[in-house]
């Protein structure tokens, strides 16, 4: 792993001494994000979705808001606070200690 993770460092740092974009620049995250966001868009509608889009409020938000629900919580929590209202909402609780759980913990 952490040869895998320097290997990351290294092209960063060759891409910035170099005066380039990184393969993974926010140029690339937006265009990934716009797909995303499409699909989403897409699939609520109906119809095909055209780049780049001409709205641009979140469909899934806007969807919600279309369905009479309300806002949703303020985000982004700590993980373990929001582990801890998944394993309430989901009943995981661990079978020693009685406490809420990840489903995937032994």
């Known amino acids: 792993m952490a040869n895998a993770e320097f290997w ?3 092209d960063y740092v060759q891409a910035l001494d170099g005066g380039q974009e990184h ?3 926010g140029a690339d995250t937006r265009h990934v ?3 995303i966001m499409s699909v989403f ?3 609520l509608s109906g ?3 055209q ?3 001409q709205r641009r409020d979140h469909p899934l938000l806007r ?3 279309a369905a009479g629900l309300g806002p949703l919580d303020v985000q982004p929590r700590p993980y373990h606070q929001w582990l801890a209202a998944q394993a309430a909402k989901y009943g995981w609780r661990h079978e020693r200690t009685g406490l809420y ?3 995937c913990e032994p």
């Open 8 to 10: 990351y460092v290294d």
């Open 51 to 53: 780049l780049p889009q």
């Open 63 to 65: 969807a919600r808001a």
């Open 33 to 35: 994000l716009e797909v």
């Open 41 to 43: 868009e897409s699939g």
């Open 101 to 103: 759980t990840s489903a």
């Open 47 to 49: 119809h095909t979705v």
């Open 23 to 25: 393969r993974c620049s």
